[in-house]
């Protein structure tokens, strides 16, 4: 049996694209398989599988060696189980850029596109056969696409992305915009989580020079909500990167509709990070940077310490 799998702290692409993945393995290739994750999936992507009526996958802590996988929305070690190089991958399917550090067994078949999202090119490689797709998967490749994109406001997102997210819109009758504002309504509403949780839940290590850090990213229609525990999430961020081995949390809370981020600013590392790296003048413990959306494209690219 074939496990697709995402990253850890799965959104909505490491949740959807492996439940499509593994439908196309089972109903077009004729190969066992299914998905799972790596943790459990964040407040939109919990969303989506109800709204779509799609089981949870089951969540997994680790692969046996020699267990045939297939990577999606991702190819950096960091974010996969410990002792991935023991399993069989056999494919691998991401729009990131390429990390380096996984071994595979023998040749695999890997695609990696400078798209918005995994779904994306997951619809370019199933093709004709996206007509035998279910609707509840559909909706899911849909639900992808606009999570990656922020409804298309993010920078990386292609013209690729936007067409195919309305051909399956179309198809599924789906109202884009009424859509897109029930996914980011599940996806702010994070009062239910530890601050140690809103920290890691949508989050990627990422090393500049000798400092590590775990770049955290919580993109919301309601930044109040974060904001107003800006105190005790800033208190939180020393525990969780002791915790995880890094250096420093850097936290962005991106506002979708204004399309800008607030990161805070707990210590003098952050502020000369904020500084260097944005061209931004700190202030206080907070400070703005209009147009910044993208973790991927924006933010990450352009970490100095």
């Not at 999936?41 to 046996?64: H, S």
């Not at 035998?132 to 922020?150: F, N, R, V």
């Not at 775990?214 to 005790?232: G, H, Y």
Request: glycine content about 6%; aromatic content about 4%.
């Amino acid at each position: 049996m074939i496990q697709v799998f995402g990253h850890k702290s799965p959104d909505t692409d490491s949740t959807g694209s492996p439940i499509i993945w593994a439908w196309y393995l089972n109903q077009i290739k004729g190969q066992a398989a299914k998905p799972v994750l790596l943790g459990e999936p964040n407040t939109e992507a919990a969303f989506v599988l109800k709204r779509w009526n799609l089981d949870k996958p089951d969540i997994i802590d680790g692969v046996a060696a020699d267990a045939p996988v297939v990577i999606v929305d991702t190819n950096n070690p960091a974010e996969l189980p410990d002792g991935i190089n023991d399993a069989d991958i056999q494919a691998i399917i991401d729009h990131h850029k390429l990390v380096g550090g996984l071994e595979t067994k023998g040749p695999i078949d890997i695609r990696i596109e400078p798209l918005a999202c995994t779904a994306t090119i997951m619809w370019k490689m199933i093709g004709k056969d996206m007509a035998q797709m279910p609707e509840g998967i559909k909706g899911a490749m849909l639900s992808c696409i606009l999570s990656d994109t922020l409804e298309f406001r993010s920078p990386t997102t292609t013209q690729e992305d936007k067409a195919i997210a309305h051909d399956l819109a179309k198809d599924l009758g789906v109202d884009l915009p009424a859509y897109a504002a029930e996914m980011f309504e599940a996806k702010s509403d994070v009062s239910a989580f530890s601050d140690a949780e809103l920290l890691r839940m949508d989050s990627k290590e990422y090393g500049v020079g000798d400092t590590k850090f775990r770049v955290s990213v919580l993109e919301t229609t309601a930044p109040k909500m974060v904001l107003d525990r800006k105190d005790s999430l800033m208190a939180s961020m020393a525990d969780v990167a002791a915790e995880d081995g890094v250096d420093q949390v850097l936290l962005f809370v991106v506002d979708i509709l204004n399309e800008e981020a607030t990161m805070l600013i707990p210590n003098d590392l952050t502020k000369a990070v904020a500084e260097k790296s944005f061209d931004a003048t700190v202030d206080g413990d907070t400070v703005v940077l209009p147009g910044v959306m993208s973790r991927k494209k924006q933010i990450i690219p352009n970490l100095k310490v």
